[in-house]
Structures are given as structure tokens and as C-alpha cells.
């Protein structure tokens, strides 16, 4: 990987699964037998908040039970070692790319850890339950409040800031993502309509390999380090 100056990294469940945060595809999809599709949805969370609100506060409290792993870790440390820019975007909702290191961290799929109020677009840092009841800290409305996370059908976060780092890159890395997400999984096809490389990291091959310049499949834990090594060398 020769004159690398700019870098874009996708993440997606797989980056985490070796701390103990099941994957969707790992649960088929499901969870407590409700299709991801239906409760991570504006629709679901309007048809049963209580549920929904349950989904969250469930993933929300296993975060103080894992801990970052060495992908995790290599990235944080590519991100404050390497001389170029490294765009890291994420389509998790969990923190352990910040604990594992990493500070500028683009959430395109929001973040468990965050609260967001729809009366009034307030947004907090929420490391507790939320439900029906909690008011929010700003307006003080009651009912309003949803967990800060992009459900299928809503916009996902920063488009733009990703966009302009994917027209500027010259690689694009994809890890753990299954690429079954869109528009997540379109960025490797932009990265290459604008001359950049593109190296897919991830378990097994996914239905985007295709896309890649490159792919290497094993756990993160094992293909992270060894590629930001090779980066840093
Ligand atoms: C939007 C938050 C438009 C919730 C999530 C038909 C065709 C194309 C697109 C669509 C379509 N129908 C609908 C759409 C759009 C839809 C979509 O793509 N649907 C899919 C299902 C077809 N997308 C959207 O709705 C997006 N929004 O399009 O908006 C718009 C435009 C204008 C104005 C308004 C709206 C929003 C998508 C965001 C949804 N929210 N998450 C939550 O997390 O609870 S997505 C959710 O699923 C996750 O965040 C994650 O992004 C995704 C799962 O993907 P992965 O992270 O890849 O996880 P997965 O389990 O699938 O794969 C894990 C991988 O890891 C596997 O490959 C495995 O091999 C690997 N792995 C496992 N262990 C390891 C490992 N790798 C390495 N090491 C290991 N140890």
C-alpha cells in the first residue's frame, strides 16, 4: 500500500463481536424473536416505544460488561499515530471504539450512549434506561424522548463530512460488515469511482467482496493489527 495519505474506515458489528456484542446476522436478524428490521424502526418504536425502549436499554447496560478487543485498540492507535487523516466512521452503536482509543469517531448509526429528544432535537450524553416516562432535560416534555440511533427508513448521520473523506481518500478499509446496510454499504463503490484502494477486512466474505480491491478474511482481533502494523512500518 504504497503513498497512503488519506484513509476512510468502516466499521460494522463484526469489529466488536470478539468483545462478547453479538452481530445482527450472528442472531439472524433477530432479537428475542422480533426481526431487527421491525423494532429498529420509527413504525416499531411508534407501534410499542416499550419495547423498543426495552431493545436499547438492554444493549445499553451490556456495554459496562465488555470491553474494547485489539481491533478496537489498533485503530485508536492507528488514528493517533499515523501522519495522514484517518476517517474512522462506524455503523455501531456501542463505545468501544472510543474506549479502545479512537477519539474522532463518526456514528453514522447513532449511539446507545446517547439520548435525543424529537420535541425538541435535544441531544445527551445517557448512560441510564430510558422509557416513556424519563422527561427531557431541556424542554421537559414528557414522551418525546427516543434513543439517539438511526432506525431503517431515517437518514444516517454526518452524509456529508462522510462523503467529502470518501471523495478525498485514497483507501478505503471495510471491517466486519456484512454489507447488507446500504447506504453503508455503497461507500467501498464510491471509494473506487474516486481512484482510491479498497481492502475489506472481515470474517467470512460478504456480498460485497466483490467490490474490493482486496479481501482478508479471519477475526478482527487477528487482521486489524497485523494491517495497521503494516500501515505504520
Ligand atoms: C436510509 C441502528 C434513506 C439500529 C441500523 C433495499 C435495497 C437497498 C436499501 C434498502 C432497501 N430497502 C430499504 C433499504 C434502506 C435500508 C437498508 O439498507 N435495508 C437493508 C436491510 C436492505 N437502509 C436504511 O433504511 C438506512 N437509511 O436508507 O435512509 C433516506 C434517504 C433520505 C431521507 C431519509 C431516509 C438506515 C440504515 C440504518 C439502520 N440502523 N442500526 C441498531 O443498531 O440497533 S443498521 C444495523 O444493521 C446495524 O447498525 C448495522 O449497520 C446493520 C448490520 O450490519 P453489520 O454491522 O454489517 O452487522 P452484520 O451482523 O450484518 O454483519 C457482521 C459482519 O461481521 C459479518 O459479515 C460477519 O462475517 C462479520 N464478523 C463476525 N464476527 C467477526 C466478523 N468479522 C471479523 N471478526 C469477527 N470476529
Redesign the pocket.
Known sequence: MSNIENIVIL?????S??SGIQ?????G?LWEGHR??Q??TPEGFAADPVLVHR??NL?RAALTTVEPNA?HIALGRLQNVFAGEVTLVT???DDLHERGGASRVIHM??ELLSGFCAACSHRWRQAEDLSVETVCPACHTVGGLRPD????????YQMDRIERALRGCDLFVS???????????GFVQLAHAYGAQTLE????P?QGSAFFSETRN????Q?VPEWVNSILS
Open positions: 466499521t460494522g458489528a463484526g469489529i463481536a470478539e452481530t445482527f446476522r450472528d442472531a436478524g431487527v428490521e423494532v429498529a431493545f436499547y444493549r481491533a455503523q455501531n452503536v448509526h447513532g440511533i438511526v432506525w431503517f427508513g431515517e437518514m444516517p471491517i466486519g460488515t456484512s454489507g447488507a446496510v446500504y447506504p453503508a454499504a477486512l472481515n470474517l467470512e460478504t479471519g477475526p478482527a482481533t487482521l
